[in-house]
């Protein structure tokens, strides 16, 4: 894609990110898939990532578990083990080969997981056990979370103080075997409610130790990932993703601004790549609020490139780059229907639309990788 040209569009003008030129500002957000089997990367990825590769354009993978007990969801992939980092690699190389820059976003689900596949109901969700030996998933807390679907959710188990170090580590650990599987750097999934989340929202974490209570101490596992990530693969290979104003799975705040003005400045100190995050408009995935909140606060507080996500389209998407609200703007679920997203902005061309029923579904082509590109194109 081309977008030489004085007349070329806000989101299509390039952006320097540390050592990353990028030719332009339309970033692939990152989307769980559930298509990585036993939650190993597939080769259909290849394609998925392909097809949604533009030279000098950044890709942001799905969530990737990092650790055993990392997991939530089924089929989604993991960064811990060797035969998980092998089959990264020619899905990352897929990406190299057409010019693209690929961060691997690294989480833990903490408590939004279920242990045994028992259910108090007579639905069958035998398959959705994901905690090693039925134990109880871990997190900041051990209150269930408070859902609708509680049955899906198992009782966590609170992490000791002195088991804090550990689970950082597994950040560390899965930096480092991005890097191996060939990533160019890493986003720490802060955002969503899961466990990392669950550690910076005060309607979460109930904790007496120096984990929990002020805000400082609500942020310091947050910090401590970030610390040691940076240690590991440098500042200049990390971003982390936030969403103060959101509130998945029981996971809200009641100061957001105190909490996204906070981690701005502690994140300047380490001197990380970029910030990426949800707009207060999306308060749950899908549903747009009209809100008074906005992230211009963060914007000046915060050094590095800031990213923002949240229901965005063409043209809001320019006017918040060309008023430089933001530097980059991620595409959840129009560039999952539109693998040639930046092409379609630069033409102004009609979108596919998104088709939620096969977001989650097994299936390695349908709704994954057979969405059409601009016909002109083919
Ligand atoms: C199918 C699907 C999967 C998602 N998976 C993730 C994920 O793995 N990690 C994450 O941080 N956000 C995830 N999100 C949220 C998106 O990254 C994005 O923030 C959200 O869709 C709002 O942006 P949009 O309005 O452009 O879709 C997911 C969203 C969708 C629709």
């Not at 905690?131 to 979370?145: C, E, F, H, R, Y």
């Not at 170090?165 to 720490?188: H, M, Q, T």
């Not at 969403?243 to 994140?267: C, I, K, R, T, V």
């Amino acid at each position: 894609m081309s977008n030489d040209g004085a007349n070329t569009i806000p989101l299509l003008t390039p952006h320097k990110m540390g050592r990353f030129d990028l030719s332009h500002r339309v970033v692939l957000a990152p989307l769980t898939r559930q298509r990585s089997y036993g939650n190993v990367p597939q080769p259909h990825a290849i394609l998925y990532y392909q097809q949604r590769t533009t030279k000098g354009g950044l890709l942001i993978s799905e969530a990737t578990g990092v650790s055993d007990t990392a997991q939530g969801y089924k089929d989604t992939p993991g960064i811990w083990t060797k035969e998980q980092v092998e089959a990264w690699k020619p899905i990352v190389d897929g990406v190299h080969a057409k010019g693209g820059i690929f961060f691997c976003q690294i989480w833990h689900v903490g408590r939004v997981s279920n242990s045994n596949g028992i259910i108090p109901t007579n639905v069958s969700y035998s398959d959705e056990a994901f905690q090693p030996n039925g134990q109880a998933p871990v997190s900041s807390t051990d209150k269930p979370v408070n859902s609708v679907h509680v049955a899906k959710f198992t009782p966590p188990r609170r992490l000791e103080t002195d088991e804090i170090p550990l689970v950082i580590n597994d950040f560390r650990v899965a930096a480092r075997n991005a890097i191996e599987a060939g990533f160019d750097g890493v986003e720490i999934h802060g955002a969503h409610g899961y466990l990392i989340g669950q550690f910076l929202k005060d309607k979460v974490n109930d904790r007496t130790d120096k984990y929990g209570g002020c805000l400082e101490n609500r942020c310091r596992f947050a910090l401590e990932i970030v610390e040691a990530v940076v240690d590991e693969i440098g500042a200049d290979k990390v971003g982390i993703r936030l969403s103060p104003f959101a509130n998945y799975s029981g996971a809200a705040d009641s100061n957001p601004q105190a909490l996204a003005l906070y981690m701005a400045h502690a994140l300047n100190k380490f001197g990380i790549l970029y910030c990426h995050v949800v707009e207060p408009r999306t308060v749950k995935l899908g549903e747009k609020f009209e809100t008074a909140y906005s992230l211009g606060p963060m914007r000046d507080a915060f050094k590095g490139t800031l990213i923002v996500a949240g229901s965005y389209n063409r043209e809001d998407g320019n006017n918040a780059i060309s008023s430089a609200y933001a530097d980059l703007i991620a595409y959840g679920r129009l560039f999952l229907s539109n693998p040639d997203l930046p092409r379609r902005f630069q033409v102004d061309a009609s979108l596919n639309k998104y088709n939620c029923e096969t977001f989650y579904i097994p299936d390695p082509v349908i709704g994954y990788t057979d969405y059409p590109f601009l016909s002109s194109d083919i």
